[in-house]
């Protein structure tokens, strides 16, 4: 038996035709998805207020303590007089001139040294005079008087120590050395060897101050240097 199928019935023939369509629908709805807008949801909590009374502090009210009283100052006694005979002798008698006038010429007043005070004077250390103290003899006779009589201690010499002290002294005012002390040492028993030396040398010729002896400090090096 022979189908009766007409032309206009073949769907083949519009095959090419629903394909497009299907891509023209499919473009539409991928389009509009992506066109349309998500929004997050936005969560909102209620806030309540709360008033919140707080109870003052009720601040006690202190009393002063009283101080004990004090007792009334004692009375005041009354100044006595005493006679005292008039024999003190003055020193300084001061004559006055009533005739005197603005020519007249009055003798030059000198006031008296005050107790103790030369005995200031002469206790004061100068640390720079007119003239230098010096010893007898000069430099050379104190180099050759030191050379003479250090004896380089062992413990220095075994530890090869080496090097210069600086010893401090008072030359006094009659050239006697004191208050001999360690300015810069090196140890080794070098320091104490530069005391025991300072200690042994003769009378210095002492430093002035205005034509003056006086007191002056003085610094001297020694140096302690190993002999191959």
Same mark, same amino acid.
């Given at each position: 038996?022979?189908?009766?199928?007409?032309?206009?019935?073949?769907?083949?023939?519009?095959? =090419?035709?629903? %394909?497009? %369509?299907?891509?023209?629908? /499919? *473009?539409?709805? =991928?389009?509009?998805?992506?066109?349309?807008?998500?929004?997050?949801?936005?969560?909102?909590?209620?806030?309540?207020?709360?008033?919140?009374?707080?109870?003052?502090?009720?601040?006690?009210? @202190?009393?002063?303590?009283? *101080?004990?009283? *004090? &007792?009334?100052?004692?009375?005041?006694?009354?100044?006595?007089?005493?006679?005292?005979?008039?024999?003190?002798?003055?020193?300084?008698?001061?004559? $006055?001139?009533?005739?005197?006038?603005?020519? =007249?010429?009055?003798?030059? #007043? =000198? &006031?008296?040294?005050?107790?103790?005070?030369?005995?200031?004077?002469?206790?004061?250390?100068?640390?720079?005079?007119?003239?230098?103290?010096?010893?007898?003899?000069?430099?050379?006779? +104190?180099? @050759?008087? $030191?050379?003479?009589?250090?004896?380089?201690?062992?413990?220095?010499?075994?530890?090869g120590i080496q090097g210069t002290v600086f010893v401090?002294?008072?030359?006094?005012?009659?050239?006697?050395?004191?208050?001999?002390?360690?300015?810069?040492?090196?140890?080794?028993?070098?320091?104490?060897? /530069?005391? +025991?030396?300072?200690?042994?040398?003769?009378? #210095?010729?002492?430093?002035?101050? +205005?034509?003056?002896?006086?007191?002056?400090?003085?610094?001297? &090096?020694?140096?302690?240097?190993?002999?191959?």
């Amino acid at each position: 038996m022979k189908e009766k199928k007409t032309p206009k019935a073949n769907l083949e023939n519009k095959r =090419t035709l629903f %394909i497009q %369509i299907g891509m023209i629908v /499919a *473009l539409a709805c =991928t389009y509009f998805a992506f066109e349309v807008k998500s929004y997050d949801a936005i969560v909102v909590e209620e806030i309540q207020r709360e008033a919140i009374f707080e109870e003052e502090e009720m601040v006690e009210i @202190t009393q002063q303590e009283k *101080l004990p009283e *004090l &007792p009334p100052p004692p009375p005041q006694q009354p100044l006595i007089f005493q006679e005292v005979e008039d024999d003190v002798e003055v020193e300084d008698v001061i004559e $006055l001139d009533a005739e005197a006038d603005a020519f =007249t010429e009055m003798p030059e #007043w =000198t &006031p008296h040294a005050v107790a103790g005070e030369e005995n200031i004077e002469e206790e004061e250390i100068f640390e720079i005079v007119e003239k230098e103290p010096s010893y007898p003899g000069g430099d050379a006779a +104190r180099l @050759t008087f $030191l050379k003479n009589n250090i004896k380089y201690p062992q413990i220095a010499r075994e530890a090869g120590i080496q090097g210069t002290v600086f010893v401090g002294f008072v030359v006094e005012r009659d050239g006697s050395i004191s208050n001999v002390s360690i300015v810069r040492g090196i140890g080794g028993g070098c320091d104490e060897e /530069a005391i +025991r030396v300072a200690k042994m040398m003769p009378k #210095w010729n002492p430093g002035e101050q +205005r034509g003056k002896a006086v007191r002056v400090n003085y610094r001297m &090096p020694i140096k302690f240097i190993l002999q191959d």
